[in-house]
T-cell receptor, first 112, second 112 residues
C-alpha cells in the first residue's frame, strides 16, 4: 500500500540549477498539495490541485511551478534554484478538501 | 484570514502522566480542525479531526482532542503518555474557503 510517494529523498543543487520533485499517489485522490517545511515554521502551502488539469497557488508560490496532467502525479518544478529554497518539501493528497491529508516522506533539498 | 497557534514550542512529560498539547485557532465560519503527528524523517500522519458533532473527538493511538468554541481551542490530550509518543505535533485548520493553515508545531518529549 504505497500511498504518496516522493522522489528523490535527498538532493543538493547549485544556485541557478533547476529540478523537478516528483509526487505520485495511488489512492485516486482528487486533491494534491505541495508544502515546504522550514524549522520552527510549520508547513507552508506552495501549490495545490483539485483535479487533473487544475492547479492554484498557495501561500508561497514564488519560484515554483506545478502541473497536474493525471490524477496520480503532481510534480513540483524549481526553475532557478535559490538558497532560500533550501527546505524539506512534502507532497500530500486527500479525497476531498475537508478530509485528512496523506503525506509522503518528503524531499530534503539543499541549495548551495 | 484564518490562523492557528500552538503556544508551546516544547512540552515535556513523564511516561504514564497525562499530556496536553495546546492549539488555538481563528477562522471565519465553522472550522475544520485537525491534529497530525510527525516522526523523524517522515511525513505528517493524521491523528484526528473535528468537523461537527461531539466536542470530544477520539483519534489514533489513544489521543483525543476537545473542541471549545468559546475559547477557540482544540487541545490534544492523552490520559497516559508513552515514550513512543515523543514526536512533533501539528494542529491545522481549514475554513469554509478550503484554505488550510498549519501551526508551527509542538515538540513532545516523554521521559521514562
Amino acid at each position: 500500500n504505497a500511498g504518496v510517494t516522493q522522489t528523490p529523498k535527498f538532493r543538493i543543487l547549485k544556485i541557478g540549477q533547476s529540478m523537478t520533485l516528483q509526487c505520485a499517489q495511488d489512492m485516486n485522490h482528487n486533491y494534491m498539495y505541495w508544502y515546504r517545511q522550514d524549522p520552527g515554521m510549520g508547513l507552508k502551502l506552495i501549490y495545490y490541485s483539485v483535479g487533473a488539469g487544475i492547479t492554484d497557488k498557495g501561500e508561497v508560490p514564488n519560484g515554483y511551478n506545478v502541473s497536474r496532467s493525471t490524477t496520480e502525479d503532481f510534480p513540483l518544478r524549481l526553475e532557478l534554484a535559490a538558497p532560500s529554497q533550501t527546505s524539506v518539501y512534502f507532497c500530500a493528497s486527500s479525497a476531498f478538501s475537508n478530509q485528512p491529508q496523506h503525506f509522503g516522506d518528503g524531499t530534503r533539498l539543499s541549495i548551495l | 484570514a484564518q490562523s492557528v497557534a500552538q503556544p508551546e514550542d516544547q512540552v515535556n512529560v513523564a511516561e504514564g502522566n497525562p499530556l496536553t498539547v495546546k492549539c488555538t485557532y481563528s477562522v471565519s465560519g465553522n472550522p475544520y480542525l485537525f491534529w497530525y503527528v510527525q516522526y523523524p524523517n517522515r511525513g505528517l500522519q493524521f491523528l484526528l479531526k473535528y468537523i461537527t458533532g461531539d466536542n470530544l473527538v477520539k483519534g489514533s493511538y489513544g489521543f483525543e482532542a476537545e473542541f471549545n468554541k468559546s475559547q477557540t481551542s482544540f487541545h490534544l490530550k492523552k490520559p497516559s503518555a508513552l515514550v513512543s509518543d515523543s514526536a512533533l505535533y501539528f494542529c491545522a485548520v481549514r475554513d469554509e474557503n478550503n484554505d488550510m493553515r498549519f501551526g508551527a508545531g509542538t515538540r513532545l518529549t516523554v521521559k521514562p
